[in-house]
């Protein structure tokens, strides 16, 4: 039997809701696959929800909204961009990124509404099934998934994309602008550090473990574990338990 | 799946046949036999058009009998529909947030025609998604403000007048800003209006005339907007005029500020002499300034290119109603019309273009590809037709240039919080459902800040903008949405006071008071929600759209 992708796609409700809804006034054919969640504005759309429509089995998500200088509140798909953007380069880190897609249709755009979801679901077709989806999902992807959704959920990466337009558009709070280029090294060597960070972090849930074996699980150098180990204990995320020998175990708090 | 109920949570759900539009591919019953069967439903029907009064009858039985406490409505689209289903279920007394909107025909009946089975199952499962969501949905009261019972219009052309002299006479006090030194705008300049002949300066007269009569109406010439803040019903805004500022309370402001005109300098050798725009024809026929005998006029200069894609929809009727003029005082005179298409709706437009053919007027098709060549006396001009160029000897060139967006209406936008289109025109808040109103409340929109309108038209928005606006403040209070952005008590402990929420709200909604305390002005906020999904720690709600609600049809979609 073919292989129909289950699909979820976020459209705001005033361009692309209506650029549906216009697809189907027109009465233009698109694939079946896809489901929708209407939201007001595709700026409400919080990276954990792609996250978390990824870990629930969806095989493609596609978040539409007004094309950029169109939105309804202005300046709603800006931020959309910008978490959108955060959502790929965490989904990068597990191969997943072509699974998710941001685009912009208008409200008189039923033909392109009808296109774009075709092509979207052609190419999720192609890509073949979500090795999370189904009844054996991998689990070592889904731990990965799972770490990359608390990195994201955490304050950390979420003031920097919450501010990233106002730093690097006007100014910081010390007067300066950013130059975007500056703020995507700090932003992606964040994104690597939290992605790691609560790797080890869903990794001690199962067990307390020791760095070496942590180093070991995770493929990460162990004088980086270190770091990072030292990072979570000083946020309280984590403390050492009892000793093996000589070597101290650790827990998740 | 997930048996888990919630506490006295009773859902219904309605599924429409909508005639066949739905029940012609999909069996509606079945449709309606498995939405019994998801957690929190206690009651289902199937109608043939649940938005029939039979249909609203049966929603409203189905909650008395049922004691339903939240509905659901699986049917055509909630951009329509949603109004009227939430009143229903406020008829018998459930609050109007409690319903939730399944779409099973715009996005599902209609669009996999070929795909019954596959159709059928999409029903089912965003019901259950819905399902999921109105389980969580929670009742929410509509915020009441006090309305301030004063109108702003701004711009003084002939759309910003009728609609200031409408809200005038429906008793408001009204306010007409206008930034040159005369009212009238463009009607200053025109020199007869299409399709009646009239003189623009005859309209122009009458309208100042009812204007200086109108007590209830006070008119600022010279005069800017300099600073609006507040909200619907209770705007602040200060006009500077002459370096004076007066500060006003406003209750609705309508945008009348027009357009402007492309002045298409360095193209087909401009030079506001012997080649100027249909705009300066005007101006030459009101002075009885045109002594030319071989006119050619070109349409679309600066239009419907690369650069401006849109059509500047008067620029046709201009130069068909000139070349008229022109004909009618000179009948020897020469005029031909390149054009590249020819808009000329309706009976009295085709009229125009049917008296200007017979008058003699010779049109010419060209293409963007091959535009005219203008030499000093002649125009050379590619005919496809007969598949050569022809050349046209002229004494005055006339440049129908579309209207274009003010320099101004960024600055505007800003203060009033409405976005503009790619052109920089003020887009409204929905072509067809919402055509004279903003997103945010209580400003409105008419004429050719919209999008280029002939007088006609904005005339006619005028009138409509002034009737959109009087609904709000022909009442003492006003209700706004209640779906908003909120920070509960029980949250503020999850704020840390770092003021991205601030930032990202584009109605300046949030801000922090004397204690340093995030507060939310209920009442500016539109709902978008992206403070919520931008807030660091998660401290802020988006009410009707919670991350508990969206998620909830995240687990229904992946099937739990």
């Known amino acids: ?253 | 799946m997930s048996e888990k109920k919630d506490k006295d949570v009773r859902v219904g759900v309605f599924v429409c046949s909508c005639g066949s539009n739905i029940g012609g591919l999909i069996d509606v019953k079945e449709v309606a036999e498995y939405a019994k069967s998801l957690p929190n439903v206690v009651f289902t029907q199937d109608n043939l058009y649940t938005c029939s009064e039979t249909g609203l009858a049966q929603i409203k039985k189905g909650v008395t009998e049922h004691n339903l406490n939240r509905v659901v409505v699986a049917s055509c689209t909630p951009r329509t529909h949603e109004p009227l289903f939430r009143e229903t279920i406020k008829d018998v007394g459930l609050n109007e947030y409690l319903f939730q909107f399944v779409n099973i025909r715009d996005q599902c009946t209609w669009v996999h025609m070929k795909y019954p089975h596959e159709a059928l199952e999409k029903a089912k499962e965003v019901i259950r998604m819905g399902v999921a969501k109105v389980s969580k949905l929670e009742a929410l009261e509509n915020i009441v403000v006090d309305a301030t019972p004063t109108a702003m219009v701004i711009g003084g052309g002939v759309s910003g007048i009728t609609s200031a002299l409408s809200l005038a006479n429906q008793g408001f006090e009204t306010h007409l800003v206008e930034k040159d030194a005369q009212l009238g705008g463009k009607l200053n300049v025109l020199n007869k209006l299409f399709p009646t002949g009239q003189d623009a300066s005859e309209l122009l007269e009458s309208l100042k005339e009812r204007v200086k009569n109108n007590s209830n109406l006070t008119v600022y010439t010279s005069a800017k907007v300099t600073n609006i803040e507040g909200f619907v019903g209770n705007y602040e805004v200060e006009v500077q005029q002459n370096g004076k500022t007066t500060n006003l309370k406003i209750g609705v402001i309508v945008v009348a500020v027009g357009a402007s005109l492309l002045t298409p300098t360095g193209k087909f050798g401009y030079d506001g002499k012997k080649r100027i725009t249909q705009y300066e024809l005007e101006e030459k026929l009101k002075n009885n300034d045109v002594k030319a005998n071989n006119i050619v006029m070109i349409q679309c200069v600066g239009a419907r290119n690369d650069e401006r894609k849109y059509c500047s929809n008067v620029c046709c009727m201009s130069a068909l109603k000139n070349a008229l003029l022109i004909k009618e005082k000179n009948p020897d005179a020469n005029i031909t019309i390149l054009f590249r298409d020819l808009y000329t709706p309706g009976t009295l437009y085709e009229e125009y273009y049917r008296r200007a053919r017979e008058a003699g007027v010779i049109f010419l098709s060209y293409k963007l590809e091959k535009e005219p060549i203008v030499e000093e006396n002649t125009i050379k001009v590619y005919n496809e037709y007969i598949g050569e160029e022809i050349s046209v000897p002229y004494d005055l060139l006339v440049l129908s240039t579309p209207l274009i967006a003010n320099d101004g209406n960024k600055e505007l936008a800003q203060m009033l919080k409405v976005p503009l289109e790619e052109n920089k025109f003020f887009l409204e808040a929905h072509v067809k459902l919402r055509p004279m109103d903003f997103a945010t409340d209580g400003v409105f929109i008419c004429g050719a800040a919209k999008w280029p309108v002939d007088i006609t038209e904005s005339i006619t928005q005028g009138y409509a903008a002034a009737g959109r606006a009087s609904t709000i403040i022909s009442h003492d209070t006003i209700e706004v949405e209640g779906a908003t952005s909120f920070l509960p008590d029980y949250n503020r402990d999850l704020c840390t006071g770092c003021e991205v929420c601030i930032n990202v709200c584009p109605y300046k909604a949030i801000s922090k008071n004397e204690d340093d305390e995030i507060v939310i002005t209920q009442v500016l906020c539109k709902g978008c929600g992206v403070c919520g999904a931008t807030c660091t720690n998660h401290a802020i709600i988006i009410r009707h759209f919670t991350d508990e609600q969206i998620l909830s049809e995240i687990y229904a979609f992946g099937g739990s």
């Not at chain 1, 409700?13 to 209506?18: D, F, R, V």
Request: proline fraction near 4%.
């Open chain 1, 1 to 253: 039997m073919d292989f129909e992708p289950k699909i979820l796609g976020f459209l705001c409700n005033w361009c692309s809701y209506a650029g549906a809804d216009l697809a189907g006034v027109s009465r233009m054919q698109y694939p079946p696959n896809i489901r929708v969640i209407r939201v007001m504005c595709s700026g409400r759309i919080d990276p954990q929800f792609i996250f978390e429509a990824l870990r629930v089995g969806a095989d493609g998500v596609i978040v539409l909204g007004c094309h950029l200088g169109d939105c309804h509140y202005l300046e709603g798909n800006y931020e959309a961009e910008k978490k959108f953007d955060m959502v790929k380069r965490f989904l990068k880190l597990i191969n997943f990124d072509n699974r998710v897609r941001l685009d912009w249709v208008s409200a008189s755009e039923g033909a392109r509404y009808a296109q774009v979801i075709t092509e979207f679901t052609d190419h999720i077709k192609a890509l073949g099934p979500s090795p999370i989806g189904g009844d054996n999902p991998d689990k070592k992807i889904l731990n990965n998934l799972k770490a990359i959704e608390d990195a994201a959920s955490g304050d950390r990466m979420r003031a920097l994309v919450g501010r990233e337009r106002k730093i690097t558009e006007q100014e910081n709070v010390y007067g300066e602008q950013v130059d975007l280029e500056k703020f995507n090294k700090v932003f992606d060597s964040a994104i690597v550090e939290e992605y790691q960070r609560h790797r080890i972090l869903v990794s001690l849930e199962e067990d307390t473990k020791s760095i070496k074996s942590l180093a070991a699980e995770l493929e990460i150098d162990p004088s980086v574990v270190l770091e990072h180990i030292v990072c979570l204990k000083s946020r309280g995320q984590i403390d050492f338990g009892e000793f093996m020998g000589i070597t101290p175990m650790f827990f998740k708090m």
